[in-house]
Nanobody, 119 residues
Framework: QVHIVESGGGLVQAGGSLRLSCAVS????????LAWYRQAPGKQRELVAS???????GHADSVKGRFTISRDNAWPTVYLQMNSLKPEDTAVYYC?????????????WGQGIQVTVSS
């Protein structure tokens, strides 16, 4: 079983910064990709940023230049540095892990963490 723990969310004013952390543990086997998604009220969950085990990254157009995903030396732990936050960034942020364990492929989610940006 794969366990994902997110931390670092909270309330911040527009223009401020937050740093989210995602730690993955358990029967992870080989974690191939870690990603951050978010879901705002009444909207579908969307991909924010992803990072591969080799370090390659991708960011949604809506966050490019403001958010940066990075990995800890102790993979699989990743961070999402969020700068110049806007009220429209308000959402529940979820960490997602995709990999292969002895039991097969998995696609695991954390419980989510609230990020609220006030105007």
């Amino acid at each position: 079983q794969v366990h994902i723990v997110e931390s670092g969310g909270g309330l911040v004013q527009a223009g401020g910064s937050l740093r989210l952390s995602c730690a993955v543990s358990g029967s992870t086997g080989s974690v191939n990709i870690l990603a951050w998604y978010r879901q705002a009220p009444g909207k579908q969950r969307e991909l924010v940023a992803s990072i591969g085990a080799g370090g390659s990254t991708g960011h949604a157009d809506s966050v490019k230049g403001r958010f940066t995903i990075s990995r800890d030396n102790a993979w699989p732990t990743v961070y999402l540095q969020m700068n110049s936050l806007k009220p429209e960034d308000t959402a529940v942020y979820y960490c997602n892990a995709k990999g292969i364990s002895p039991l097969g492929r998995y696609d695991a989610w954390g419980q989510g963490i609230q990020v609220t940006v006030s105007s």
